[in-house]
């Protein structure tokens, strides 16, 4: 006879996802009442006559709470568990013969170790009747596990009386339930993120996600209304993730709700979806579901329990009704309305009446080419309400009538980023963007067209094709419909082209370069347009992720910016290379001759005799020491003398500065066996590659063009350990000095520029470049 534990692989292995929670909580049903019946046996606690077959008379039972009473037991779910008696503890002490059990002699010992022996969380408790119904009474969580509660084995009419009290509870108390309720829910919301937008989101606890909608229930237990046809709704939403759920779990074998981008390959193609981002999206929908009607949900909860005041809406065809916004009039011949109604709802915080959001579903026209007088201004109005105006508009896009203002926006909804640079979906990316754009307004003389062009910026993601290209050719015909002169259309275009310029040239370029200045000023044209570039950018980085907008990226960006402008202006003069690099010590320490080690906050500077490799030397030991390095900068001097300066990402823990200068040191002297401690590094501390679900490809360019007397050499390729040592290492090889080097980690990729001179000078030969790329493609397969 197979065990409960091959019944439950199984099962686990085999059953259908939509199947599975209720299949293998009746499994466990099955299993945890044959294993009470026994050991409640061994323990001496019988059933009164003729009442065997439910535990009557026993005192004692077995109960069922949380995901387990609700039988949605998932392969990594806990096992909830409470052992309820009458108050009598002395039935779970063992009064007869323990047999050949091994756990001790009290009923709850014999439970729960063989619930532990299969492996599988247990969460258990053991309680009398009263004290379990006084503790419902006081602490929410203990109350919404017991809601779902569900007899197992034993005495059920104490399991009747322990539901009876909980549901009069929550009957009785209502108003205070909700309250409770309420606040929970805003507090796992701040700390959750959001399953709609986030690309990697908590399926349970997450804005959108299971949590809510079992707080919907609870909700509605306590008296508040759900209409009929979004409670179908909201189960069809909520079986899409619960059955994503039991994927998640049966894939990664782990208990955790975390979509993670490394797994959602393999969980989408046990869910027979397509491909990822169309799982993904179907997960941002469901999520977005759930989120809308738990809003509504506790937003029309609010309204009940407070005096809102009302404010004033003078504007034709709205008004303010027990604390919401109501469209009276028609938007069907009144297209503009729904602007009104936006900036209204975004500005005094007034949510539009669900029956307002109806009838713009059924009736809001779509808008026309060019757009009716005053649209335009309105619409600027409401990006210009940065983070109030996303729910409004996501609110609008739930009910379809975004895209009847904005058609372009439909591909983007719910589209996934397959790269944790970013930390959300498209539509979501574009909303605080346009946000953080609404904060800086102050800053450029154009505002109108800074929230445009975020709104803008990355919208040809949804096409086919560089997202770039396609949003170019999206914003002209997009602005001008809108409102916008030919001249404004052109610099949202502009923008949307060159959104990308300021960060890729301020990270990958060589800043004392005067060709690279050069280059920015010919492609922003004039200061006004460069003003409002380098303000979108910062807002597109803010609302990209930390990984794309820090000190480091910032205080480029803006050294960038300002020479730049300087040198519009005519007032620069032409930079010395290596400023930054070429101190007065760095200087002093090149006219010794000697080898010496300076470091300077999280900057490491070694000045040596010149020869070929010191470079790489140096930045092997950093990745031996588990450092990694922002950027480098080379410089050889016609006396023979070299500088390597390396900035360090700062560790979470102290550097040991003696530690790494003596190894530099050594492996100078060519007394370090670098590459196969590095090789050995690798493999015990393989580097995480969930930043991303897809291996990025190693790719080698290169670029005579856009420097001052070097070629350009880029290389991208997959994050790991060692990986400036090699590239650097072949470079050397292949007879290339370096002059300085950009350093960058996007996600999982690396982004690394090498200026570079060879053997005949600063031009290298198409001959010597395939050899180059050879070479570095080796190194790094």
Known sequence: MTSFGERRASLVRTADAAELPAALSALTDAWLAERFETEAAECGLSSAPGDSANGAGTGVALVAVGGYGRGELCPGSDIDLLLLHDGRESLLESHGALGDSSHGGNLADRLWYPIWDEKLKLGHAVRSLSDTLDLAASDIDTATALVDARHLAGDEGLTARLVEGV??????????????????????????????????????????????????????????????????????????????????????????????????????????????????????????????????????????????????VDIAGLSVRDGELVIDGDPATDVVL???????????????????????????????????????????????????????????????????????????????????????????????????????????????????????????????????QAGMRLAGPIARRCGWSSDDADTLVRLVQHHLLLTDVATRRDLDDPLTVATVARAAETPEFLELLAVMTEADCLATGPMAWGEWTSNLVTALVEMTTEHMSGADQASPGHRRLLTEEVVELMAAGETALRVDDDVLTVVAPDERGLFSRAAGVLALRGLDVLQADAYSS???????????VPPDTPVDWDRVTFDVRRSLRGHLALEARIAERARVYRRRRALSATRAATKVTFDAESATGATIVEVRTEDHIGVLYKVTRVLAEMGLDIRSAKIQTLANEVVDSFYVVGPDGPVIDEAHQREVELALRHALA
């Open 167 to 312: 549901t009069a509870d929550w009957r009785d108390n209502a108003s205070g339930r909700l309250d409770e309720l309420q606040r929970a829910v805003s507090r796992r919301h701040s700390q959750s993120g959001e399953v709609a937008f986030l690309l990697e989101p908590d399926l349970k606890t997450g804005r959108g996600g299971l949590r809510d909608a079992h707080a919907i229930r609870w909700a509605q237990l306590a008296g508040a209304q759900l209409p009929a046809a979004d409670a179908e709704r909201l189960a069809e939403a909520y079986q899409t993730l619960l059955r994503a759920r039991v994927e998640l779990h049966r894939t990664t074998g782990l208990r955790s709700d975390v979509l993670s981008a490394d797994d959602q390959d393999a969980v989408a193609e046990r869910s027979g979806a397509i491909d990822a981002d169309a799982f993904v999206a179907e997960i941002a929908q469901a999520g977005r579901i759930i989120a809308f009607l738990s809003d509504q949900l506790w937003s029309s909860v609010a309204r009940q329990h407070a005096e809102l005041a009302a404010p004033e």
């Open 338 to 468: 729904v602007l009104h109604a936006a900036v209204q709802s975004a500005r005094s915080g007034v949510p539009i009446s669900r029956a307002s959001l109806d009838k713009l579903a059924e009736r809001q026209a779509h808008f026309p080419d060019p757009w009716p007088h005053g649209a335009r201004a309105l619409f600027v109005e409401l990006l210009s309400c940065g983070h109030k105006a996303i729910d409004v508009i996501e609110t609008l896009d739930y009910f379809d009538v975004w895209t009847r203002v904005l058609p372009e926006w439909a591909p983007n909804r719910n589209r996934p980023q397959r790269s944790r640079y970013h930390r959300f979906t498209v539509d979501r990316h574009l909303l605080e963007a346009v946000a953080e754009a609404a904060r800086f307004t102050h800053r450029v003389a154009r505002p109108d067209l800074l929230v445009m062009g975020a709104l803008l910026h990355d919208i040809g993601k949804g096409y086919p094709g560089d997202h770039t």
């Open 638 to 648: 016609p006396a023979g003398m070299a500088v390597s300066s390396f900035r360090i």
